[in-house]
């Protein structure tokens, strides 16, 4: 299907769509959405920022407006409370006008809001796994009557340690309920799951999942630690209004980092899981409205989270696993835009970007440090 106006959804979704524009299914949306509105299970491997939200998002709403029922139908579990709040945001554009309720169930917040919405009929819960279950063990809600399950990045959930979370969520649900299943890569642990949880999946993948973008142009520097933050300023001027999204190891890297940088005239916001919800949501809300154009993250934080038109991803770190890369660049040049990557690499890690390499099946493309 090319255009979504082929799709067989409600009225009131296709003038969501088109006041969003969408206009066309990605590839994802394209293959994954027509079997889980004939009701299949599926489970659907594709690179980030392809698409994966709305290719189950829709087909839940669509599901909701045709059968209304009364308490929860769905619940959405994500690895992480960033990734959690963007998919509610994506859910609140499509399900505008629909009375479709909608929760956010995630940790590290007050908990009184989030039982009121249960309380006041949410029929779509969007759940990090930690809270869910803390909610099902005090019976502060009730999974018993779902009719669909989706994990959302289940390979970074089960990395981050959720199985046995994911498995008690899973067993408090009907056995007849639909499961759609999205993961970056289909490892032994995601494959596992799957055999015992998910029924006979129609299986989508879209382009080698160990593939970046291929909007995206990789670049990487060989540079020595003490070097390296003057070469992030000379990027900095470079692109003078562009936003960067910059990825330290650690949490003290990042805290570091962004003091060195406003220290030389360049205010950066910090996102890692050392810092309180409220300043994460603080950074990024920074971030996106464009009162800070840096970002200095860490990987777990920023998993997942999505702004739009980040120009450059910069790796002043390497990531710890070569998957980390994907996600990390995964951030940048997203449907269908143009961005950089640029990688810093100390002359001893060459083995590792050439491990890197060897994962994404690319050559990342060797820039000069610029005379500093
Ligand atoms: P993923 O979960 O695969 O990483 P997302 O669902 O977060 O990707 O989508 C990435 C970006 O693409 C978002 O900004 C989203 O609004 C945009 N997007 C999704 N579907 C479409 C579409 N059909 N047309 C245009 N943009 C889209
Ligand atoms: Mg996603």
Redesign the pocket.
Known sequence: MNT?SEFPFEPILHTN?RR???????P??AAAIPPALAGSDVVAT??????????FVLPLLQSLLTNPKRGVQAVVLSPTRELAI??HE?FVKVAAGTGVKCAVVVGGLAETHQLRNIRQGAQVLIATPGRLVDFLDRRLVDLAGIRCIVL??ADRMLDMGFQPAIRRILSSTPGARQTLL?SATIEKSVAQLIESHVRNPARVAIGPITKTAENVSLHVYEVEQDRKLSLLGSLLRADRSGSFLVFSRTKHGADRLAQKLSGSGFRAARIHGGRTQNQRNEALRGFKDGSFRILVATDVAAR?I?V?GIGHVVNYDLPQVPEDFIHRV?RTG???AQGVASTFSTSSERSEVRRIERTIRVKLTPRQVPAL
Request: proline share 3%.
């Open positions: 979504f769509l969003n524009g969408f206009s066309e299914p990605t994802v949306q594709a690179q980030t920022g392809t698409g994966k939200t709305l290719a963007q998919i994506a959302d990045e999205f997942g999505h739009d995964g997203r449907a269908g």
